[in-house]
């Protein structure tokens, strides 16, 4: 393993040598032929401005000879044309291959008042540059391209050797790192299969060398991931015994309205007797239709509810009140499944007859005293007041009522 991860790493190395070498070398050569055109762009610029002068200046006819003679000292050809693309001037190394109007120079030149150009196979490329005067003349120059950024033999077998002992230097290197990792890297990957057990104790240790910083490092996010993890450990234990204390049975459903989380007191309302984690929910209680529920629920904002009648068992004849708060789980501002609150209405049912049979009962043993005395006072007020004897045996009457009254009252107030 060792040998072979050294003899990648010292191929690598020579691949990396070459391309460097290669591009080294072409940013060499650019650099030079920009220099050179760079160059010889400012002596035609230079020559421009003499022959624009002397164009200005002159009474007579000119002889651009002399103004352009200096080009000679530089292996440099040099030509000068007037508007009408007549030569006035050619030194001997000037070369022209076509026409002067499809030279790319040139016809750069008439919009943006110079131009360059480089033309010409591999070994023998030739540099043109051309310049507009002011009087309207073009002086055009060109001149070989300098070819002395290229690799010699000798270069090339020297950077060669160097290649090649690097290659040697990387291999011999890579090797020795190697072996030196091979510790480090057992101890990482027990690290690693004893916190895929669960196993957050586990810590680096032997470690020594360059490795032994790296080490405490690996130690120090474990001790952090250790601690992390047993907080949210002691949250979920807290969670868990929460809801398992709770009267009311949560129930839990992701985007594809499978179950992710059942309370056992939602287990027990629902009838289900195996983990339904991962189960669709319509299979849950089928007559009950929780997909249809919970899918509406997901796309509506606050709470929802629902209540359902839950069947006991798959042919019980008994049915359990059951009431469904359900709200969406957003993340992100998205819903991602519903939480449904599973509440058990028997009681409420049962404490909602009896409060009705209450009801009734206090009101018709109300509506009998009032009655009574309603009665007799009616009694009264059509001429039995006049009558004594009378009046004394109603207005009893309703005293006993009226005590009876209170006793009702007194009897209401002490439930």
Known sequence: MRRRVASTAAIVSLVCCLIFTLIYHQAVHDSLRADQVSDLLRLCRVSAEYVDAAALYASGDIDFREIIKVNSDFNIGAAVYDSEQNELVITPRYSLVGALSDQEDYVQALTEGYGTAITGPAGAKMIHVSVLTESGLLVRMNERVNEGAIITGSRARFMFLVALCTLLLCYVSVYLLSRKNDRFTDST????????????????????????????????????????????????????????????????????????????????????????????????????????????????????????????????????????????????????????????????????????????????????????????????????IDQPEMARKVLTIIMMEANRLTRLVNDILSI
């Open 189 to 384: 990957k027990y690290l690693l299969d004893a916190f895929a057990e669960g196993r957050f104790d586990a810590r680096l240790k032997g470690v020594h060398g360059h490795h032994a910083h790296v080490a405490e490092v690996i130690n120090s996010y474990a001790d952090r991931i250790q601690k992390q993890v047993g907080r949210q450990s002691a949250r979920n234990q807290a969670v868990s015994a929460l809801m398992n204390q709770m009267q009311n049975g949560v129930l839990a459903v992701n985007a594809s309205l499978e179950v992710m989380l059942m309370t056992p007191v939602a287990r027990q309302l629902f009838g289900v007797h195996e983990p339904p984690e991962g189960k669709p929910v319509a299979d849950i209680c089928p007559e009950a239709n929780l997909d249809h529920i919970f899918r509406e629920s997901i796309g509506q904002p606050g709470v929802y509810t629902q209540e359902l009648a839950v069947r006991e068992g798959r042919t019980g004849r008994s049915v359990t009140p059951v009431k469904l708060y359900i709200s969406p789980i957003l993340q992100d501002g998205r819903s991602i499944g519903s939480v449904a609150l599973v509440e058990d209405e028997t009681e409420i049912r049962r404490l909602e007859q009896a409060r009705n049979n209450f009801t009734a009962n206090v009101s018709h043993e109300l509506k009998t005293p009032l009655t009574s005395i309603r009665g007799f006072v009616e009694t009264l007020l059509d001429g039995a």
